[in-house]
């Protein structure tokens, strides 16, 4: 089964500080979801990479996934407490398949 | 905004008692999910119906676990006989199955706290 492995667990930034977040595959990946998630609540979707190389822009967030379709990561630029939260990278081997997601990783965004 | 939708939000149950949740889904995803989130860690998934099949269930999923989604529209999960391991998360997803619609993401409820006391 494929296995997402996510780093940090866990991190606090300084707010207007930028942020990176890994997210490794044990397999090749059809594609990577990246989702936020507020303590207990559910999860919201950010965006999705499928290519190789690809890179993709939300806002101050950005993803981009390696050429070897085997590691993602999440970048934030300038955070600010509004993306505190946990974010969960998943992972499905074909579309339409279930997802498998990574542990999450926690960020706190200190004023 | 018709999102997917789960009830109860919340339920605190004693070990040993039965409890259902549902799931009403985005009206035109006719793929559904189910995952289990404890503390500190990821979603685990239990099992997903298309229409009203289940076409895969987790080893997750023990004999005490049931899905069913009858009628291809809502989907109820029972845990029998509640252990204080089933404490958790129980979040519900929706997608539709149409390889032309968008890129394929999970659309989730908000999801079913159990407490087992």
């Known amino acids: 089964s494929q296995e997402l492995e996510q780093s940090p667990q866990s991190l606090i930034v300084q707010e207007g500080k930028n942020l990176t977040i890994n997210c490794t595959s044990s397999k090749t990946l059809y594609g990577l979801y990246w989702y936020k998630q507020k303590y207990g609540e559910g999860l919201i979707f950010l965006m999705m990479?499928?290519?190789?190389?690809e890179e993709k822009s939300h806002e101050k967030i950005t993803a981009k996934l390696d050429e070897k379709k085997q590691q993602s990561s999440l970048h934030i630029t300038a955070s600010q407490p509004s993306h505190a939260g946990i974010y969960l990278c998943?992972?499905?081997?074909?579309?339409?398949?279930?997802?498998?997601f990574g542990g999450g990783t926690r960020v706190l965004v200190k004023p | 905004d018709t999102g997917v939708s789960q009830d109860p939000r919340h339920k605190i149950t004693k070990r040993g008692q039965n409890v259902t949740f549902r799931c009403d889904p985005i009206s035109e995803h006719n793929r559904l999910y189910w995952y289990r989130q404890t503390l500190g860690q990821g979603p685990e998934f239990l099992t997903y119906?298309?229409?009203?099949?289940?076409?895969?269930k987790s080893r997750l999923l023990s004999d005490r676990f049931s899905a069913e989604r009858p009628k291809g529209s809502f989907s109820t999960l029972e845990i029998q006989r509640t252990e204080q391991g089933d404490s958790a998360m129980y979040l519900c997803a929706s997608r539709p199955q149409s390889r032309l619609s968008g890129t394929g993401e999970l659309f989730f409820g908000e999801g079913s706290r159990l407490t087992v006391l």
């Open positions: 990479l499928q290519k190789g190389g």
């Open positions: 998943g992972a499905s081997p074909a579309r339409g398949n279930k997802l498998t």
């Open positions: 119906f298309q229409n009203e099949a289940q076409l895969e």
